[in-house]
């Protein structure tokens, strides 16, 4: 196999205004298709980040990694990137047999994070009730013209979105999180 | 003259100076002024002139409601035409302009608009630029833009920032008055997230002003209590300086926040839009004063009774010594008494009533002011400022008697509760005789979802004029809102003001009622817009029954200010034209915003870097590098050509194409539509999406499809590579990545629900580089890894390795006619991959190529392009594409369409390749000429071209084209169309111009 390192979309890139943003790629990500009920998804699952199947709208950690609910038949595992190989084989061991899609999204996505304040950030470009918001949910929503999803940790958050619009999303979180403009 | 006065002001800070200009002129007012009251404290009373017939005006209102104080602010980059200087707060440093006057505010040249008034009465533009016909353009109209108009619009580009933002709560209270505030803190207290927007700096509205006493307290106390109250609940959001302005659908209510107006800093955004989604909106909006419709009521000095009271109270300013008071309700004396109250002069209150014996007219009168009842103004005296007035009888035809000498007047004329909120979602007014305004019909409110009314007014938002009856109603409207939203609402006391116990008002709509032409052409209802009584009168004796039409007709209540003066008097002075009811005519429909708000607040952050997404590539930053030149593909940014220095693009382009011929090129194809596709339905699936047969494709082999919508017209192609039995990889054009992947949810989803098929769009997982032209293959052995030779990846074949160290899927596909390879990587690898490829292929000649260079080659080829051959109207026969529709499947999506019988008819224009005569180029969009003339007179023609190109290869013009007879017609010659001179003509030629047999791309 290769031996050569992926760059994610914004080679670490990073803002400071009243919080900082920046880019923590190239993070590794898998895209899982299959129904809730389906024999050997639970196994999948944890075999690939140690998390359980995660319950809807929620995202589930296991210190480097993650898994989110993203449809009925849609969840996002999130891992180092290096892992990602072994845990696709993983999933294709546990759903053998079974119908269902796993593919590595890693370069489809960008990623960053809002070190704190981030709900003001936010709340300048999605769509969201954060008082709404569960403990632990993941927000599929968008962050003004373009998709994205985010999940709360504390003051902080983590933000996904398409690779192709990295730079859009970093410039609007950048210009959200500008020194002064905290709501 | 208007003036500071030594006391009064409690909201100026008489310590702080702040330096303004206006009109170049430099003047001091003190923080905590408007610019309204800073300019009369400077006693420039005059601010502007008026739209139509450039009249002296000057301020009438002091908030929302203000038609006449508009000015330019700032210059350059910050201009802003038609602020209003009520709502501006002042600041030091502050510029402002007067506005629509030439050649100065005090001289202008329009005012004989004014003279020649009689000449321009309602319907004017209607009447006169009819005929003759050629003066429309040639005199009418430029001098009416010459004459007409408000601000210029800023020429700059805006310097300044916004933002948005957006909101939820239970509860959004609108209005920040003491029933806004008594309704907040009942949701609030009852558990409700509420947020109250005040459109002010201050709250509590007009209560401290008009000495209301709350709760045994001054209106100011307890209003301070309860901001206090509410700043302590963690479910309260206060935002003042924030406007709403409009509510929609779902709750839906969008408010301006005005963040740096008052105090300008670059860095920081200068207004923000808040995007808020209430389950309830709770409008305490307050009421505006309405004036009265006397002769010269334009003239600067004549001011609402409540904006006199409030430049006295709230900033230390006086309209004039002496004030002439004229109304016909009990509330204006508040004004009267607050004049005498700061030592001012009030000669005479002209009370239209038969009598005035309510507390407010006693109390006058035991101050020692003189009350005439029975009287109005016959006319107002002066020119740029009131001098005096001549007072008559109310009910008589405006015989003069009496004539007062003063340097102000304060007109009230009842006030109007502001329902436009509760309107602009469908809410209606219901007309209330005794208080004779529209007061919103609770039975009629803006539906929400849940089926509930969505909107509820407060206060005196909702008819509650008097202090007492407005915090009762909006400590109900409070409580309802909380229980509509689930909330349990606390007993709380809600608070009691004492009751004034005014006198009913009577309604006068003309003062005299009988007043003859000439004074009531001079008597105006929308100040803005210029006009008057007489335009209405004269627009129902035209037959303009209905209020919209006369609204148009006259242009009454069109202007900036939406007419929140003018409308209620303009419709009563229509209904007692028309002899009917004022509920009979009925209002105009209030629509959002309630007051205008800056466009770059609704653009937001969407400007400049991020005025859209730009899509970018892994590998767009190399060719940024390398001085692409980009075109817009969807959102994304491809280069369309890489032109060296000195090169024009059609040079650089020729040059790509020869030396991807003749050598090697590269290509960027990161952006082509990557889908994946999974399950052990995935190969009927795409039997079905597909025109062709996907399910007998060998895992390894790449196969070129066809996809169409429903009716049969072709709607994406591309090529599907067979990753293994139950999983293909489906390439789709760049376009049309993410709706056909949307295709393929919806048809899963929705139709074929139980087919075992899932989809992943992984276009942005790889980059894709094409490696093209006879020397690809030698590239690749540089990069060494893979066997790439014809006999381990032939034609149509794919296969996965390390390429050079990275991770790659090759594709032996070709859309140029060379030997291609498409690589695959992880788009973390794409620019890594891009260098060591354009590395390797130093050796080769190899050169970066794009899309131009791209289209050239496939048009020499005879590949058709979604888009360029297909525009929605395109089946794949018409394409002569019927090798890729499968004759032996039972069904395919546009199967059926492509049945009926006007697309299966041979008479349709088809695909065939031209080349001109004369070796030039075909114009874009031309169409083909056929025999004679079509019904409307217009020449027939048989065809179009489609695709048109020079070609680099060939040395001359060829172009792809649709005609009548298709190939059928090899060999014709015809004429295109040529705006630039004589039809050019083309013979009809097979559209594969190069390597007819395809022997270059299976090497």
């Known amino acids: 196999m290769s031996n050569m390192m992926p760059v994610s979309s914004l080679n670490g890139a990073s803002f400071s205004g009243y919080t900082r943003i920046r880019d923590i790629g190239p993070l590794g990500m898998i895209s899982v298709r299959a129904k809730a009920d389906v024999a050997g998804l639970d196994g999948a699952i944890k075999a690939a980040t140690g998390c359980a199947v995660p319950p809807q709208r929620q995202i589930l950690r296991n210190g480097d990694c993650l898994a989110g609910w993203m449809s009925p038949d849609e969840y996002l595992l999130i891992m180092p990137i290096g892992q990602v190989d072994a845990a696709l084989d993983a999933i294709a061991k546990a759903m053998a047999g079974q119908h269902h899609l796993a593919v590595d999204v890693s370069g489809a996505r960008a990623v960053f994070s809002i070190d704190s304040h981030a709900r003001s950030v936010l709340a300048k470009l999605s769509p969201t009730d954060f008082d709404a918001m569960k403990k632990g949910e993941l927000r599929r929503t968008r962050l003004a013209q373009v998709a994205a999803a985010f999940w709360l940790d504390g003051d902080a958050a983590t933000v996904v979105c398409f690779a192709s619009v990295a730079q859009y999303v970093f410039d609007l979180l950048s210009h959200a999180a500008a020194a002064g403009t905290e709501i | ?1003």
């Open chain 2, 1 to 1003: 003259m208007s003036a500071r006065l030594k006391t009064h002001g409690r909201l100026i800070d008489r310590n702080a100076p702040q330096r303004f200009t206006f009109n170049g002129r430099a003047m001091i007012g003190y923080a905590g002024d408007t610019l309204a009251s800073a300019l009369l404290a400077n006693d420039q009373m005059l601010m502007g002139r008026s739209f139509k017939y450039h009249r002296p005006r000057g301020v009438v209102g002091s908030g929302a409601e203000e038609p006449n104080a508009l000015v330019n602010l700032g210059t350059g980059a910050t201009a802003e035409p038609n602020q209003r200087a009520t709502q501006t707060e002042l600041f030091d440093g502050l510029q402002a302009r007067s506005q629509n006057h030439w050649p100065s505010l005090n001289f202008d040249i329009g005012i004989l608009n004014n003279y020649a008034a009689r000449f321009l009465p309602a319907g004017f533009y209607y009447k006169t630029f009819i005929h003759p016909r050629a003066a429309w353009k040639h005199v009418f109209e430029p001098i009416i833009r010459q004459s007409a108009g408000l601000g210029p619009a800023p020429t700059a580009r805006d310097a300044d920032r916004y933002e948005q933002a957006y909101g939820f709560c239970d509860v959004l209270v609108v209005g920040g008055g003491i029933a806004g505030l008594q309704s907040a803190l009942v949701a609030a207290q009852s558990g409700a997230k509420v947020i109250l927007l005040e459109q002010s700096p201050h709250f509590g509205g007009r209560a401290p002003v008009d000495g209301d006493v709350i709760d045994g307290k001054p209106a100011e106390e307890w209003v301070n209590t309860a901001l206090e109250t509410l700043l302590s609940l963690p479910n309260v959001t206060l935002r003042n300086r924030c406007t709403a302005v409009g509510v929609y659908d779902h709750g839906y209510v969008l408010a301006g926040e005005r963040l740096t107006d008052h105090a300008p800093n670059a860095e920081l955004p200068r207004q923000r839009l808040w995007r808020i989604r209430a389950a309830r909106t709770i409008t305490a909006t307050g009421a505006i004063e309405r004036g009265l419709s006397f002769a010269g009521n334009d003239i600067p000095g004549v001011m609402l009774a409540s904006a006199l009271r409030d430049y006295v109270v709230n900033y230390g300013v006086s309209a004039g010594d002496r004030t002439v008071l004229v109304t016909n309700n009990d509330d204006a004396y508040l004004t009267a008494i607050a004049l005498h109250e700061a030592g001012l002069s009030v000669p005479v209150i002209l009370d239209a009533r038969p009598s005035a014996d309510g507390p407010l007219p006693s109390r006058a009168r035991s101050l020692g002011l003189r009350i005439e009842t029975g009287r109005g103004i016959a006319r107002v005296l002066g020119g740029k400022a009131v001098t005096g007035v001549e007072t008559c009888l109310v009910a008589g035809e405006g015989a003069v008697l009496e004539k007062i000498d003063c340097d102000a007047v304060a007109m009230s004329g009842g006030f109007s509760p502001v329902v436009h909120l509760y309107s602009h979602c469908g809410g209606k007014v219901v007309w209330d005789e005794g208080a004779a305004m529209f007061r919103p019909d609770p039975d009629r409110p803006p539906w929400g979802a849940d089926g509930a009314g969505m909107v509820i007014a407060a206060g005196a938002a909702n008819g509650h004029l008097d202090a007492a009856a407005a915090l009762e109603d909006a400590a109900k409207a409070g409580a309802r809102a909380a229980t509509e939203t689930g909330h349990k609402v606390k007993a709380t006391k809600a608070a009691k003001a004492e009751a004034r116990g005014d006198s009913p008002l009577t309604p006068v709509w003309i003062m005299p009622q009988g007043a003859p032409p000439k004074l009531r052409a001079k008597m105006w209802l929308d100040y803005q817009n210029d006009v008057k009584v007489s335009d209405v009168q004269l627009a129902a004796r035209e037959g303009y029954e209905s209020v919209e039409h006369t609204k148009r007709y006259t242009t009454l209540g069109m202007a900036t200010d939406q007419g929140k003066l003018s409308n209620i008097n303009g419709l009563a002075v229509l209904a007692e034209s028309l002899h009917k009811d004022i509920p009979a005519v009925g209002t105009t429909t209030f629509r959002p915003p309630y007051t205008p708000i800056t466009l770059g607040t609704l653009a937001g952050e969407a400007r400049g870097e991020i005025f859209q997404p730009l899509r970018r590539t892994p590998i767009h930053a190399a060719h940024e590098a390398a001085s692409a030149y980009f075109e817009p593909v969807g959102l994304w940014r491809r280069p369309y050509t890489f032109p060296h220095m000195g090169e024009n693009h059609a040079q650089a382009v020729s040059r790509e194409v020869k030396n991807t011929r003749a050598n090697v090129g590269l290509l960027d194809a990161s952006t082509l539509g990557k889908i994946m596709v999974k399950g052990p339905d995935a190969g009927r699936f795409l039997d079905m999406l597909y025109t062709g047969v996907m399910s007998s494709l060998p895992v390894g082999k790449c196969r070129y499809g066809l996809m169409c919508n429903e009716q049969g017209f072709l709607s994406d192609d591309g090529v599907v590579a067979r990753l293994s039995e139950d999983t293909f990889l489906c390439h789709t054009t760049s376009g049309g990545a993410d709706r056909i992947h949307a295709w393929m949810e919806d048809w899963l989803q929705c139709e074929w629900w139980d087919w075992q098929v899932y989809t992943a769009n992984v276009t942005e997982a790889y980059a894709q580089i094409a490696v093209v032209g006879p020397k690809a293959r030698d590239v690749l052995n540089a990069l060494g890894g893979m066997d790439v030779s014809r006999e381990a990846l032939p034609f149509m074949g794919w296969v996965e390795g390390t390429l050079g160290g990275f991770p790659v899927r090759i594709y032996r596909i070709s859309f140029s006619g060379e030997l291609s390879y498409e690589i695959a990587t992880p788009a973390g690898h794409g620019m890594g991959l891009w260098q060591a490829l354009s590395q390797a292929g130093e050796d080769f000649g190899m050169m970066p190529y794009g899309t131009e260079a791209l289209h050239v080659m496939r048009a020499e080829k005879g590949f058709i392009m979604i888009g360029d051959e297909t525009d929605g109207t395109i089946i794949p026969q018409d394409l002569n594409l019927s090798w890729a529709i499968s004759k032996k499947k039972a069904d395919y999506l546009g199967k059926r369409g492509q049945m009926r019988n006007h697309l299966a008819s041979e008479d349709r224009w088809k695909l065939a390749g031209f080349e001109t005569l004369d070796g030039s180029v075909i114009p874009d969009g031309a169409y083909i000429l056929a025999e004679g003339l079509n019904a409307n007179g217009q020449g027939n023609t048989q065809g179009r071209v489609t695709s048109t190109y020079h070609s680099p290869t060939l040395g001359r013009g060829i172009a792809m084209g649709l005609i009548r007879g298709g190939l059928d017609r090899l060999g014709d010659v015809v004429a295109f169309t040529n705006l630039a001179g004589a039809p050019i003509k083309a013979r009809v030629v097979d559209p594969v111009f190069y390597d007819k047999e395809g022997t270059r791309q299976d090497v």
